[in-house]
């Protein structure tokens, strides 16, 4: 598994991060299309940009959007981590500084 923002100081996001990895692998769903179809499927969430480097990160996205996710995983996913991602601070959400370093 490649790490993102390897130097994010965010245990409680890495936590969860890491818990839904384990929730996705154990259901056999890919966490990247479970997240493009979460995102994208989300009354409140009006965009969802993705930033590519390379070919094949293209590739990839496009693999996880058009991997199909049954209705009820979504469901058991927002079950399973809603209340979890709410109760974060809004200081442990992703978030970008120029100065910091990926």
Known sequence: MRRFKSTLDQPALVA???DMATW????NVPLRALAM?????HADVASCPV???????????????????????LRDFG???????????VDA??????????
């Open 79 to 89: 079950r399973a981590f809603d209340a979890r991602v709410a109760a974060l601070p």
């Open 16 to 18: 969860l991060a890491l």
């Open 93 to 102: 959400h992703w978030y970008y500084k120029k100065s910091m370093k990926i």
């Open 37 to 41: 179809h979460f995102a994208l499927g």
């Open 24 to 27: 996705a692998t154990a259901r």
């Open 51 to 73: 930033g590519c480097r390379t070919a094949e990160e293209v590739d990839e996205i496009v693999d996880a959007v058009t991997h199909q996710v049954p209705e009820e995983v």
